[in-house]
């Protein structure tokens, strides 16, 4: 159908005849888990030490996975066909492992029109909110700062938990599309079994409890954490609850960012305000094991 088109008869002016015309589609993104979009690009199915970039879109080191102000490259789909064209085998695969890939000389995805789209596959496959951010970020943070990774001794998550129950009140229908899913009857600091909506109504919850003096009286209470360390959980909340929400929007900005002051300055902003995000999350609850 992109090579030859699909025919049809349409009626576009209200006085004219119908007339035929062939509409062309173009491959606009794949949506997917992280392995399965990496498979579709030809990238690594793995996230060992092995592998030298952390995603199948930009040239990002893993030694760099570490460092928000790490000004990353994207890759696009002619970088990748030009690595896997090389005559010399060893070249070849030194160009393709420097950049976690597979030789795939005959992806199916290279031969379909992106409309433009320089990417290809590569920019072509979105990273999914739910995984990256409600299952990812917002997880890790919640767990160091009061599940199995935070050094609250059991007394103050039991304290936690109980007045969060005391706190809750469950939402009416009509009002439940307006909020994250707050229901935690049973305390909020077991993260095992929590659903991806629920990670996001945990740190709504706790920023509401933040919010009034009982609240305050028991995070200041809290053994575990210091006071500077509190507050930078308590921005990284707010910036990760900003963040969910700004990545809701229907429009954004445009890509032709060189010609529209507009846009590079939304582009900059949002830029400016990840890595501020970023930093603060590293202060809250650095990581020194694991990925």
Request: charged share 20%.
């Amino acid at each position: 159908m992109q090579k030859d088109g699909f025919p049809l008869m349409l009626k576009l002016l209200k006085r004219k005849p119908p007339r035929p015309y062939t509409i062309f589609f173009s491959h606009g993104f794949t949506i997917g888990d992280c392995k399965g979009n990496n498979i579709l690009a030809g990238r690594y199915g793995t996230f060992t030490s092995k592998c030298a970039l952390i995603s199948r879109t930009c040239d990002c080191p893993l030694q760099k996975a570490n460092d928000p102000h790490y000004q990353c490259k994207f890759l696009t789909q002619q970088l990748i066909e030009s690595a896997c064209a090389l005559s010399n085998v060893t070249a070849r695969n030194k160009a393709l492992q420097d950049m976690s890939y597979h030789y795939v000389p005959n992806n199916a995805f290279y031969k379909l029109c992106s409309a433009g789209n320089i990417f290809g596959i590569h920019g072509c496959t979105p990273v999914n909110p739910m995984h990256a951010l409600l299952l990812g970020t917002l997880k890790y943070v919640m767990t160091g700062f009061c599940g199995d990774a935070s050094p609250l001794c059991p007394s103050d998550q039991g304290r936690l938990d109980i007045i969060i129950k005391d706190f809750l009140r469950l939402l009416r229908c009509t009002a439940r599309a307006f909020f994250p899913r707050c229901d935690y009857t049973n305390g909020l600091t077991n993260l095992t079994l929590t659903t991806a909506n629920k990670n996001s109504g945990a740190i709504f919850m706790l920023l509401l409890l933040w919010a009034t003096e009982t609240g305050r009286t028991l995070m200041k209470a809290l053994k575990g954490h210091s006071v500077e360390t509190l507050q930078s959980f308590r921005y990284t909340f707010q910036y990760l609850l900003v963040y969910e929400y700004w990545t809701k929007q229907e429009e954004f900005w445009s890509v032709k960012i060189e010609n529209d002051g507009v846009s590079r300055r939304a582009s900059k902003m949002a830029q400016e305000a990840t890595i501020h995000m970023m930093d603060t999350i590293k202060k809250a609850s650095p990581r020194t094991v694991a990925h």
